[in-house]
């Protein structure tokens, strides 16, 4: 494990009204302590519906519990139906955003130039953006998962200059890990992310590409997170399908079941 401080973010995807993301969240500030967020930064990311009364609610309950969006516009304003700014997310108070998420590449056809749009967007307004990078079962069956993820690393980052860049966070996710209940092995993770940290040393300097959360995302369980958070380059983990469970996104807050 390393010595940044691991950060655990939960994804809900499409999931939970924002009743349930109340509950979700008061389970989840009772179950933990100030140990768990003294070692591991918790953050949670509801859909849009939910952020409000997410964040009435840690605000009013002083809750260490931090959050953000899983996706934004690449634009700051204007005539784009049913879209939300960097903006609105930044005064909601969020502190994270995914972008690049393979759900959005998939199904929103979000391409490299997309993907780097949303990330400046959500550095103009002072959210840090989750970059999601990671290779399809054809890829890594061939064994291109490197060039592939640090083919999308270099295109999500273009023109993000190295003083934004430490503010990033990294996120490995190979998409045939993604809700399949087919984790990566630790040795499989920490390969994908000890390359990732050393494109960002090339493309930054070695300090920026240290201080630089990565983390790895796939059928992350309790059962599975500690071999996970043993490898050096690995600094937390982006859960979707366990994060809505606050038993068990307790223990991976913990790296343990
Ligand atoms: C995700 O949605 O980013 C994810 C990693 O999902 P899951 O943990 O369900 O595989």
């Not at 973010?9 to 768990?36: C, P, R, S, T, Y």
């Not at 998962?145 to 993000?160: E, M, N, P, S, W």
């Not at 040795?187 to 390359?195: K, R, S, T």
Request: with cysteine; net charge negative; hydrophobic share 40%.
């Amino acid at each position: 494990m390393s010595t940044r401080k691991p950060l655990m973010a939960g994804n809900w995807k499409m999931n939970l009204n924002h009743l349930e993301a109340i509950a979700l969240v008061q389970k989840l500030a009772f179950a933990l302590n100030d140990k768990d967020f003294d070692k591991v930064e918790i953050a949670v990311l509801p859909p849009f519906t939910d952020l409000r009364s997410v964040q009435t609610l840690v605000q009013g309950d002083k809750l260490r519990i931090v959050y953000g969006a899983q996706d934004l516009s690449q634009h700051d304003a204007g005539a784009y139906t049913g879209e939300i700014s960097g903006a609105m997310l930044a005064k909601l108070g969020c502190t994270y955003v995914t972008v690049g998420h393979s759900e959005r590449r998939q199904y929103h056809a979000e391409n490299d130039e997309v993907v780097n749009a949303k990330a400046l967007a959500a550095l103009r307004h002072s959210l840090t953006p989750i970059v999601c990078v990671g290779e399809g079962l054809e890829v890594r069956q061939e064994g291109g998962q490197i060039a592939y993820t640090l083919g999308q690393l270099d295109g999500a980052l273009r023109k993000v200059a190295p003083e934004q860049a430490k503010s990033i966070v990294v996120a490995y996710e190979p998409v045939w890990a993604i809700g399949t209940g087919q984790v990566a092995t630790p040795e499989d993770a920490q390969e994908v992310c000890g390359a990732l940290r050393t494109r960002l040393a090339e493309l930054y300097d070695s300090e920026v590409a240290s201080g630089i959360r990565i983390l790895y995302g796939g059928s992350v369980k309790s059962g599975n997170i500690a071999g996970i958070m043993a490898q050096p380059d690995v600094d937390g983990a982006l859960v979707g399908g366990a994060s809505i469970d606050a038993g068990e996104f307790t223990k991976i807050c913990r790296f343990s079941d």
